[in-house]
Structure formats: C-alpha cells, structure tokens
C-alpha cells in the first residue's frame, strides 16, 4: 500500500489543522492507521492510531486531537485542535496489515509509511 499525506503547515498556537492520508489499495479496511510525530533531534513517537473503529491516543494529545477513518475514501484523518508549539513536528502516517493493538504503539511495527507533512505551531 502507498501512502500520501497532506495537510501541514504553519497555524498559530490555540489554532487547528488537519491531516489527511490516503492510502493507494483495495484492502485499505484490513490495515490499522496509525499518525506518528517527529520533532527536530527526536525520535519518532505514537501519536495515535484506529483499528475497526477503536481508537488510541498518546496522553499529550488526548483530548485535543482526533483519528478518523473514511473506507470508502481509503482516508485517515488527524484532526488537531488546540495546537501548542510542543506539537511542532513532522506529522507521519502509517499503515499496519492486521495488527494486534499491542502492535499499535511503536513505528516498527509499521510496514507502510506516508511521506510526512511540517506541522508548524508559532506563538
């Protein structure tokens, strides 16, 4: 499966914005959505995930930001709000063919990777 992300760029803090990956494939409903992050000097880290219809969220942004899937799209969406600077990163999303949700939580557990998009927050 391919991945293209989209949606990035440069919003104030308190602002929002949204990620959209879509996924080349017929079988896109077997996969598991996962949206990691990376900041400048780090490593990639969980941001969130949806498998079926469960979703899953890292604890910095619970609450503010929101996985969504549309099937007949092949599209996975990252809705966040509130957008703080520490949410500045480049924003990746993934795929995983019939992973088990302890699986959800770790990139290398990802076989399929989007290109990532630059999510910028200023203040």
């Known amino acids: 499966v391919q991945l293209q992300a989209s949606g990035g760029g440069l919003v104030q803090a308190g602002g929002s914005l949204r990620l959209s990956c879509t996924a080349s494939?017929?079988?896109?409903?077997?996969?598991?959505m996962g949206w990691f992050r990376q900041a400048p000097g780090k490593g990639r880290v969980f941001v969130a995930a949806?498998?079926?219809?469960?979703?899953w969220y890292a604890d910095a942004v619970k609450g503010r930001f929101t996985i969504s899937r549309d099937n007949a799209k092949t599209t996975v969406f990252l809705q966040m709000n509130n957008l703080k600077l520490e949410d500045t990163a480049v924003y990746y999303c993934?795929?995983?063919?019939?992973?088990?949700?302890?699986?959800?939580?770790?990139?290398?557990?990802?076989?399929?990777w989007g290109q990532g998009t630059q999510v910028t927050v200023s203040s």
């Open positions: 949806v498998r079926r219809t469960n979703t």
């Open positions: 494939g017929r079988t896109f409903t077997m996969y598991a």
């Open positions: 993934a795929a995983c063919p019939n992973c088990i949700v302890s699986s959800l939580f770790s990139d290398v557990n990802y076989p399929h």
